[in-house]
């Protein structure tokens, strides 16, 4: 076997051009691999949200059915109260007029100080 220049060129080139061609095959092989596992972890995660998705509209649907149960226990003036809102703002309205009597007896305290 004859070594020179001209057989070692000749053989880096070939060792290099054989090197590109096989890291560009386990490039797109790894990529598809990857690709794959990409595809089946969304799956997974696909399948777990809609569990618990599942999960908690049951859990949901079973709180509301008991507290239909025991909404007949609650007395009357909670079921009116959370049926109709605009009570509380009347009910509100006396609750006031004790914090203006603070005021008037809170600025006669003051008037009499001076």
């Known amino acids: 076997m004859i070594i020179d220049a001209k057989t070692i060129t000749l053989t880096l080139v070939i060792v290099v051009v054989a090197g590109y ?3 560009q095959f386990i490039r797109q092989l790894t990529l598809s691999i990857a690709q794959e596992n990409h595809d089946a972890n969304l799956a997974m995660d696909m399948t777990e949200e ?5 999960r908690q509209r ?27 809102p605009t009570n509380t703002n009347n009910d509100a309205a006396p609750e006031s007029e004790p914090l203006s009597e603070k005021s008037q007896s809170n600025s006669d305290l003051a008037a009499s100080v001076v």
């Open 21 to 23: 061609f096989g890291l």
């Open 50 to 54: 809609a569990k618990r998705a599942r």
């Open 58 to 84: 049951d859990a949901d649907a079973a709180a509301s059915a008991a507290f239909e149960k025991v909404e007949n226990l609650l007395p009357a003036s909670v079921i009116k109260a959370k049926a109709n």
